[in-house]
């Protein structure tokens, strides 16, 4: 089992630049790919992007491609999110989620019912 916790959201002018952090206690970290989802008000959580067990293989979501690097330090146990030129529809609450699950196209780990252990989530606003 592994526990999630997000950290890092805040409030954020358009064409900023923020990072969020996933912290994960599981002695077992390496075997997990991580995801970011968001929710934004009014609407249904999104799939952000995902990095494998590894770290050398990440899938974003188009919307965010280019702007948005997910990696991780298997060292620390932590996940990260650099969100560069943030704009307002980006506004939501984050979430990091773990998957046990293994596969060779990360394109196919953006559905979150591959997704068995989810964080609080952490706020992310980005004023116009």
């Known amino acids: 089992q592994i526990q999630l916790a997000e950290s890092g959201g805040g409030v954020v002018q358009a064409g900023g630049s923020l990072s969020l952090s996933c912290a994960a206690s599981?002695?077992?970290?390496?075997?997990?790919?991580i995801a970011w989802f968001r929710r934004a008000p009014g609407k249904e959580r999104e799939f952000v992007g995902v990095?494998?067990?590894?770290?050398?293989?990440?899938y974003y979501v188009d919307s965010v491609n280019g702007r948005f690097t997910i990696s991780r330090d298997n060292a620390k146990n932590t996940v990260a999110l650099q969100m560069n030129g943030l704009k307002p529809e980006d506004t939501a609450v984050y979430y990091c989620?773990?998957?046990?699950?293994?596969?060779?196209?990360?394109?196919?780990?953006?559905?979150?019912?591959?997704?068995?252990?989810w964080g609080q989530g952490t706020q992310v606003t980005v004023s116009s």
């Open positions: 989620a773990a998957s046990f699950i293994t596969a060779q196209t990360m394109a196919v780990m953006k559905y979150d019912f591959k997704y068995d252990y």
């Open positions: 599981a002695p077992s970290f390496t075997s997990y790919s």
């Open positions: 990095i494998n067990w590894s770290g050398d293989s990440t």
